[in-house]
T-cell receptor, first 114, second 116 residues
């Protein structure tokens, strides 16, 4: 069945790089997303990658996709205290040739220590 | 350009009551999806509306129903509320047939529903 898994916690020091990992199960996924959620807030779209791409870079964010292993990662360079939040990985399933619903992981809580 | 908006922000209801939540999609988007996020969990897909019809549905009971209006805005209705319906309800908008560069799914700030 469809499932997205993430480790629950990550702690880094300010200025270091953070790497958040995610595995998914559905090989028909069209897009894979990373969202950020701060306490009491909605989901902020950080970046996404099309399933036929290996890598996408956007300023401090680098997304790597290993489609063979169904593994997705988000690297945040020069992590700041303002990056402390919960990060969700999500896959968008193919539905009739278009984007279907998103399947989310449980989220990784990133704590950045000064 | 307003993003996705939702109302109300917070809501308190008692068991057995009914509730209606509202969502306006991002300008230019034609599809609205609703998600339920319980405390400490990732969002769970409820259903998706496109062209005023329910296009897809997740594993939620018939107590959860929705509607999409001609202006693409949407409502989520929940009947016979249970304590377990307490959650953050998120609305996402997108272009279901988006081409390259139009594949984002944007979320609103959510409505926090508390059922007592």
């Amino acid at each position: 069945g469809e499932d997205v898994e993430q480790s629950l916690f990550l702690s880094v020091r300010e200025g270091d790089s953070s790497v958040i990992n995610c595995t998914y199960t559905d090989s028909s996924s069209t897009y894979l997303y990373w969202y950020k959620q701060e306490p009491g807030a909605g989901l902020q779209l950080l970046t996404y990658i099309f399933s036929n791409m290996d890598m996408k870079q956007d300023q401090r964010l680098t997304v790597l996709l290993n489609k063979k292993d169904k593994h997705l990662s988000l690297r945040i360079a020069d992590t700041q205290t303002g990056d402390s939040a919960i990060y969700f990985c999500a896959e968008s399933l193919n539905y009739g040739g278009s984007q279907g619903n998103l399947i989310f992981g449980k989220g990784t809580k990133l704590s950045v220590k000064p | 350009d307003a993003g996705v908006t939702q109302s109300p922000t917070h809501l308190i209801k008692t068991r057995g009551q009914q509730v209606t939540l509202r969502c306006s999609p991002k300008s230019g988007h034609d599809t609205v999806s609703w998600y339920q996020q319980a405390l400490g969990q990732g969002p769970q897909f409820i259903f998706q509306y496109y062209e005023e019809e329910e296009r897809q549905r997740g594993n939620f009971p018939d107590r959860f129903s929705g509607h999409q209006f001609p202006n693409y805005s949407s409502e989520l209705n929940v009947n016979a509320l249970l304590l377990g319906d307490s959650a953050l309800y998120l609305c996402a908008s997108s272009l279901v047939w988006g081409g390259a560069g139009d594949n984002e799914q944007f979320f609103g700030p959510g409505t926090r529903l508390t059922v007592l």
